[in-house]
Structures are given as C-alpha cells and as structure tokens.
C-alpha cells in the first residue's frame, strides 16, 4: 500500500479589508415604484391598431405577485376581417379573487393584462370606498367582459370583443350600502352633491388620470353609459370621466 500524498487544500485567504480613509455616507435607497398604475397604453403611435394588448411572457408570475387568484381560460380567436382582429384575444383569464377580496357578480374573464389592471383598480376602488365612506367594497355588479361585437354608437370594434373591457354597475360595502352608477352619479349635476356621487366620480377620474386603464367611460360620456362605467385596456387612451 502507497500513501497517497496528501494535498493540501489551498488556503483561501480573504483579503483584508480595507477600511475606507471616510465612512461612506448612508445612502437612502431610491423609493422604486411599485408596478401599478401602469396597464394602460399610452402609445400614441399604434392608437389606430385595433387589438387585444400582446401576450406577457411572465402572465401568470405577475398576476401571483399581483396577488391575483385565477384560471387561465381561452376564448376563440378566429375572426378577422382585412387583417384585423375582430374577436377572441390569445391569453386569457378568469379572475377568482383580486387584492381587494372583492367579489364579483360572475368571475371576470378578461386578458391577462386587463386582469393586472384589475388588481391596481381593485387597490384604488378601496382606498376610495375607505376614505369616502370608512367602510370597504365587498361585491361588485358587472355587465360583462367577454362580447364579440362593435361599439354600440360608434363603427369600432369593443374591447369587450378581445375580453379587455368591463362594466362596473354596482359597489356593496361592508357596512351594507350600495353605490349604484344609474341612480347615484348623477351626471345632471356639474359638481357632487353626496357621497356616493363624489366616490364615483373620483374613483373614475383615478382610473384614468393614474392610467390603470387606458379608456374610462361615465354617464358622463353618453346615454349608453347611463348605468356603468365601462373601463377597457384598448391602444387609445379616451378620458370620458369627466363633463
Ligand atoms: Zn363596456
């Protein structure tokens, strides 16, 4: 038998450290913007191009840290006149729950985009019901997501065809009152004369003004707006919050 000779590790020597002639100055890290706020598309470049917002790679990884509970869903996608898409979008979801455990008339099925922009709307709509009402939302009424079809007054393909639109219609708080758009937003009135009214019209003024969404419709926009505020991620921005 031959004793291997045995090899000594090398040594790994730490260099000493080197105090520093100043003690560097405490450096206050940048606040980093949280990502919200910032589904809408504020491209003004590609507002003629009609069409669901293109696929996110990391989807359902943003919607988790977004502290959304989903199903991935899919829808067709099979119409297209001249090129251009007129139903269906290629990633879909349907929400279950969103940041602000607010319960939804049918579970929102909507793009996966639209669906992040939720969980910023849903942050917002709280902080608004908390504020104007010390109470938070606990159910919202919608008329719908997903609707192949053009805009009601206008030659325009809807959102709704690409699941990227919704209507709010009704808030319940926990404290039990409603906040109905029909009856309370009053769009007959310049300024708010309650709370409710006050709450609906901030509360869309924000979706738009901090671009959760790139089109917000009111009452006070036209008559087929009368009983919701339609929000929707198109490539055009329209602020129909306001007179
Ligand atoms: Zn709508």
């Known amino acids: 038998m031959v004793a291997s000779p045995s090899i000594a590790a090398p040594e790994v020597v730490a260099p000493e ?11 206050t890290p940048e606040p980093v913007a949280p990502a919200r706020f910032a589904h809408a598309d504020v491209d003004p470049d590609n507002d003629a191009e009609p069409g669901p917002p293109a696929p996110l790679v990391d989807c359902e990884a943003r919607l988790r840290e977004a ?4 199903k991935p869903a899919r829808i067709g996608t099979s119409r297209e006149v001249d090129g251009i898409p007129r ?16 319960k939804y008339s049918s579970s ?20 608004e019901a908390e504020r104007a009402f010390g109470s938070r939302i606990v159910g919202i009424d919608h008329l719908g997501t997903f609707n192949c079809r053009d805009m009601a007054l206008y030659d325009l393909v809807s959102e709704h065809s690409y699941a990227n639109g919704l209507d709010l219609r009704r808030f319940t708080l926990a404290n039990g009152a409603v906040v109905d758009v029909l009856k309370h937003f009053r769009p007959d009135q310049a300024e708010p ?3 409710k009214s006050r709450f609906l019209r901030t509360l869309a003024n924000r979706l738009f003004d901090e671009a959760v969404f790139s089109v917000v419709v009111t009452p006070f926009f036209d008559s087929a707006h009368r009983n919701h505020i339609h929000v929707d991620l198109a490539r055009y921005r329209v602020d129909g919050s306001r007179p």
């Open 108 to 127: 929102p099925l909507l793009t996966c985009t639209m669906a992040l922009a939720l969980a910023d709307f849903e942050r917002v709509a709280q902080e």
């Open 193 to 195: 004369t309650d709370a």
């Open 17 to 27: 450290p080197v105090a520093p002639a100043v003690a560097p100055e405490p450096v």
């Open 87 to 102: 139903c269906g979008a290629k990633q879909v979801v349907r929400v279950r729950r969103g940041p602000g455990s607010i």
């Open 67 to 70: 502290g959304v509970t989903f």
